[in-house]
């Protein structure tokens, strides 16, 4: 198995794991003969071990006791990374949900390459916007977790670098391309000379350009979506009778993915209570009351995804609330949702347009936009970009495994 090597995408939404020999690059099955994995834990209440990836989903869908978790990758680069949840009647560390589910993806590579004990790991180009020792820090707690996890030699590479050196199997001459990497937390960019020939340089260093990115991604939109219109449905900015509006910060708390467990406390419960007193519509803040208490958080997030998702290719579709609204499920335009999402993806316009300066390049010298990530076939993601190169082919490679082929390419050269 020497001649192999691994790479892991670690993601906020999912996860995968590659090995690459001289032959090229695959990823592994990780559950249900799928090479996807859920970024997702269900830490369970009994002395049992936890469930990952679509099991854990399904465990925290069907009722089941315990905690779900997703949205870890948000955690490093935060004072969060060292807080401590309760699960169960004991306290559990987020780096400890984070080892064990990294633990899961050493366990599937270890099945596949007994022995094989260095990796390269995916990192966005910043976990932290312009706080660079968070940033370092950050990438420093990754590393002993993947260490602890019993890889003895631990790289990293840039997620869109990763996802050129996968584009790159495909081109026939050499270009100038424009990777885009719209992933579940982070929107990275970068401009890389890619042909036929330089894929056979060990030092890649002087083709990279220019790269650059923000903490700005899919489960923002989705926050986003949220915010806008599904929690007005729950409360969520509503009047109350002494004439100011509701505390928002339960409902940015139960639309952000990594939040959401916090709210599931007597104190939050009392809270919206004494809240309901004072609100002009109080039947709103019963919702929220019975999302709360009913745990649904979780899955009204997966349903707001799940028509974030939609809205790529339909024009309106529906949020299905009717379960804690009593009433017709809201619909949902395309054109709500660009609106909600405008702020981030002026950012995103403009990472593109600093990553192109910072190359020294002119849009015209672009001759393709390579498109990865979850979010990137969102039409007004494909059309901020087109806006910025306006000449250039766009190309989408695989959305969830483009990087995670690229990382063990990239694993292939740094340790083969």
Not at 63 to 71: Q, V
Not at 315 to 325: C, F, I, K, Q
Not at 383 to 409: E, F, K, Q
Request: charged share 20%; glycine share 12%; hydrophobic share 45%.
């Amino acid at each position: 198995m020497t001649d192999l090597a691994c790479g892991i995408d670690f993601g906020t939404s999912n996860s995968t794991v590659g090995l690459a020999d001289a032959s090229g690059a695959r990823l592994l099955a990780l559950e249900g003969g799928s090479p996807i994995l859920p970024s997702a834990v269900f830490w369970r209440t009994e002395d049992a071990p936890p469930l990952f990836g679509r099991a854990a989903i399904a465990a925290y869908l069907e009722g089941d006791e315990g905690r779900l978790m997703r949205g870890l990758k948000s955690t490093l680069g935060s004072g969060l990374i060292h807080d401590k949840t309760a699960v169960g009647g004991r306290a559990v560390s987020f780096r400890e949900v984070l080892a064990r589910f990294i633990g899961h993806l050493r366990a599937a590579q270890q099945a596949a390459a007994p022995g094989l004990d260095r990796v390269v790991i995916g990192r966005p180009v910043h976990f932290v916007d312009d706080d660079r020792a968070a940033d370092t820090a950050a990438e420093t707690v990754l590393a002993e977790i993947a260490r602890d996890c019993g890889w003895k030699e631990v790289a990293f590479q840039y997620e869109p670098i990763a996802a050129a050196l996968h584009f790159e199997q495909t081109v026939r001459h050499e270009e100038l391309v424009l990777i885009v990497d719209i992933g579940g937390g982070t929107s990275d960019v970068s401009v890389v000379r890619v042909g036929p020939g330089r894929a056979r340089l060990a030092d890649r260093g002087g083709d990279i350009l220019a790269n650059d990115g923000i903490r700005v991604g899919g489960t923002d939109f989705a926050r986003l979506l949220s915010l806008a219109e599904a929690m007005p449905h729950l409360g969520y900015l509503a009047p109350t009778k002494g004439g100011g509006t509701m505390p928002r910060h339960y409902y940015l708390d139960i639309a952000a993915w990594h939040r959401i467990s916090a709210l599931y406390t007597a104190r939050t419960a009392s809270d919206l209570k004494a809240l309901r007193l004072q609100a002009h519509r109080p039947e709103l803040i019963e919702r929220m009351i019975r999302t709360v208490a009913g745990r649904h958080g979780h899955a009204l997030a997966m349903r707001i995804e799940a028509e974030k998702v939609s809205l790529s290719d339909a024009a309106s579709t529906r949020l299905p609330m009717s379960y804690l609204t009593g009433g017709p499920n809201p619909m949902v335009a395309r054109a709500g949702f660009e609106a909600a999402v405008e702020v981030p993806v002026a950012r995103i316009r403009s990472l593109l347009t600093r990553v192109l300066a910072d190359a020294g390049l002119g849009a015209d010298r672009i001759g393709t936009a390579f498109l990865t990530g979850g979010s990137s076939q969102l039409p007004i993601l494909r059309s901020t970009v087109l806006s910025v190169v306006p000449n250039a082919d766009i190309v989408t490679g695989d959305m969830l495994g483009s990087v995670g082929s690229g990382l063990a390419l990239a694993a292939r050269r740094s340790f083969g």
